[in-house]
């Protein structure tokens, strides 16, 4: 517990340290071996967080005075997904950022994010929480821009901008909440909004308001959703993976949840928004998906859809719980957050293996493409294994995540939110077989015919990430389900037990 | 204190701004540094700290730089130098905050005030507190000299695309 703190210090102090070691050794593997034991440390931390529960003090202030990190169930779920994937990704780039300029930049920026990342799931006070959102959002855009071409500035552009009306919002409403309670300890503010009781009046409809916007940005829900397709298919493929397998997640999803389950609470309009904003977002980002000729934004609006299904999840678990009925909103939000890890484990290994088509083939155009599955054998089974959980074929994790999202919603009654995520599953399925009839199956193009595997380096990530496509899955078994999942949906359950576990009382 | 103004030689006209504010900004650069420091060294006990005390010291460099060209003040502060100054000073903070996890009660734990008292209301007190002002002044002011470096190594993009 008291090593908690270094899930933030180590990224942050890399995120400094490797831009230095470019002027010294330019060409040496050192930078790439430091940044392996760097998100090496954390996600053992990670995975050792699972078993902590309670809060850390920074410079000893005890809560409501000092900042303080908070490992409960959901973060630590939460440190896990981001700090194993950024591990992956951190073993993929070694081999694929090798030909781009000083990788001691591309490292800095990225464990900037990871710090930010992890300040964020971690952090206790809204202002902080805040700053680590910042933080984690400004090292994205430059990221985005890494390429320094001219769509990709263009594109980091459009997400600077997208992104900082977001963070206005955010502020915003953490401005309205101070002014509302006079806290900023998210602990606090829980309790002391349960203690005047229902609702909290017209400035804490105004405030969620604003949570729902800014976070929803960050989250690419469908009336914010504009920057995603061209941030996410104009990054670098390791960060494009970062993005839109953990980025969107823990800025948007993870925010959303923590701030409407834990501080505001839920109530009948916020959880109808979360409900119909997903929705939406799931109908339009596959409807856009359907159509697309560039792999990556295929993949980029696949995001948007696969969002939506969690958001939704988020909203039936709500609406669930003020109804009163714990056991299937649990079930709700279980599945969720399990369809979050899924889709962060398939979407980081379909993006991986866009890069690594790309630098094969030398195009993202699908149509230009065809028969890869005899060129790059490993790349289009890990790929196979990605789309058909993706798209929720049953073996696979996400078939699992997506049945348990629709079982809870028929059990709570809400038959045409069951009937939108059944056809949108359909219409997943439908642009992903798309994408393996155009790119993986049929005849070679001659162009083609000297095309060669990915490096094993980048097939050792995504086939880790593979296995994870079927083996994730069996989070939902009893035995590991009380060990991950469940934790998750009580802290999701029991809105203040979470001000009691940071106070202690 | 009398400051004595000798006559000198006009300079030829080169980069920069007219004479006047050369001269100008020749007199008060020292102080403007000075100002910085003082700022930064006396957080603990007066109004400012780490960032103002930075940002005194980066307008310092700006100024030197709007009114010489920046050939002056690269002299002094070079942008691959004021990078080293920007990195080391995140890392002096997080290696303070570091050694208060490991002397301390967690992270950023003022362990000094234990071990070295020190006087109250003294330049010598408050433990680590004026040290982590001094790395946050390092990590203010060569990161804020480098972000209005680079807005002006940008050069006008032509809708075409490439430069003009």
């Known amino acids: 517990m008291s090593l908690v703190f270094l899930l933030v210090a180590l990224p942050l102090g890399g995120g400094f340290f490797l831009p230095l070691l470019d002027k010294f050794w330019e060409e040496s593997r050192a930078k790439e071996l430091l940044a392996w034991a760097i998100t090496l440390t954390t996600t053992v931390l990670a995975f050792l967080s699972l078993g902590w529960r309670g809060i850390y003090q920074m410079s000893g202030w005890p809560p409501p005075i000092g900042i303080n990190l908070v490992v409960d169930g959901l973060s630590a779920a939460m440190l896990i997904v981001v700090n194993a994937i950024a591990l992956l990704v951190v073993i993929y780039s070694s081999k694929y950022m090798e030909d781009w300029t000083p990788t001691g930049k591309f490292y800095g920026l990225f464990f900037l994010m990871l710090a930010g990342m992890n300040g964020v799931i971690l952090t206790g006070d809204m202002f902080n929480l805040f700053v680590f959102l910042e933080i984690a959002s400004i090292a994205s855009y430059a990221l985005v821009g890494f390429r320094r071409g001219g769509e990709e500035l263009e594109a980091a552009f459009k997400y600077l901008v997208l992104g900082s009306i977001g963070s206005s919002f955010v502020i915003f409403g953490v401005g309205l909440l101070y002014a509302a309670t006079g806290n900023l300890n998210m602990a606090r503010i829980s309790l002391v909004l349960a203690e005047r009781g229902g609702g909290g ?23 914010f959703h504009a920057w995603l397709p061209d941030a996410h298919s104009s990054a670098p493929a390791p960060i494009s993976a970062m993005l839109s397998g953990v980025l969107i997640k823990v800025l948007g999803v993870y925010c959303l949840m923590r701030v409407f389950f834990n501080v505001i609470g839920i109530g009948e309009v916020q959880a109808n928004l979360l409900i119909w904003g997903g929705a939406i977002s799931m109908v339009l980002g596959a409807l856009l998906a359907v159509g697309q000729e560039d792999f990556k934004r295929l993949l980029a609006y696949s995001s948007i859809s696969q969002v939506g299904y969690i958001v939704m999840a988020l909203g039936i678990g709500g609406s669930l719980l003020l109804r009163g009925e714990e056991a299937i909103a649990g079930l709700a939000l279980l599945g969720g957050f399990f369809h979050l890890i899924n889709h962060a484990a398939n979407k980081a290994l379909l993006f991986l293996n866009s890069g690594a088509i790309e630098e094969a083939t030398g195009t993202r155009d699908l149509s230009k493409m065809g028969g890869l599955f005899h060129r790059m054998p490993l790349t289009g089974m890990t790929t196979l294994f990605g789309v058909l959980s993706i798209a929720g074929i049953p073996p696979f994790a996400g078939f699992w995540s997506k049945l348990i999202i629709i079982v809870a919603a028929l059990w709570g009654g809400f038959y045409p939110e069951a009937a939108i995520l059944i056809a949108v599953s359909v219409l997943t399925l439908a642009y992903y077989m798309r994408v393996e009839r155009e790119a993986f199956f049929g005849p070679v193009p001659d162009r083609l015919k000297s095309v060669r595997e990915a490096p094993a380096m980048m097939n050792l990530a995504t086939v880790v990430l593979a296995l994870g496509a079927i083996g994730l899955g069996a989070l939902y078994l009893p035995g590991l389900r009380e060990l991950v999942l469940q934790p998750v949906s009580q802290v999701l359950l029991e809105g203040l037990r979470y001000a009691r576990m940071v106070l202690g009382g | 204190m009398g400051m004595e103004l000798k006559p000198r030689a006009i300079p030829p006209r080169g980069p920069g701004m007219s004479l006047i504010v050369k001269e100008v900004t020749r007199l008060l650069e020292p102080a403007i540094f000075i100002f910085g420091v003082y700022i930064t060294l006396t957080g603990h006990l007066t109004p400012g700290g780490g960032f103002p005390g930075g940002v005194i010291l980066a307008c310092g460099f700006i100024l030197v ?57 003294h330049l010598k007190s408050a433990g680590t507190i004026p040290l982590l002002n001094i790395a946050i002044a390092m990590k203010v002011a060569a990161s804020l000299f480098l972000v209005v470096m680079v807005l002006t190594l940008f050069k006008p993009w032509s809708a075409e695309g490439g430069e003009r």
């Not at chain 2, 003022?110 to 008292?117: D, I």
């Open chain 1, 201 to 223: 009046g017209a400035l804490i409809g105004i405030t969620s308001a604003f949570f729902l916007v800014g976070f929803g940005l960050k989250a690419a829900l469908v009336p």
């Open chain 2, 65 to 121: 730089v709007l009114a010489y060209g920046g050939a002056r003040a690269f002299r002094r502060l070079p942008p691959e130098g004021a990078s080293k100054y920007d990195s080391g000073g995140a890392l002096l903070f997080l290696f303070i905050g570091a050694l208060g996890a490991i002397f301390g009660g967690g992270f950023l734990y003022n362990f000094l005030r234990v071990y070295l008292p020190g006087e109250p209301f």
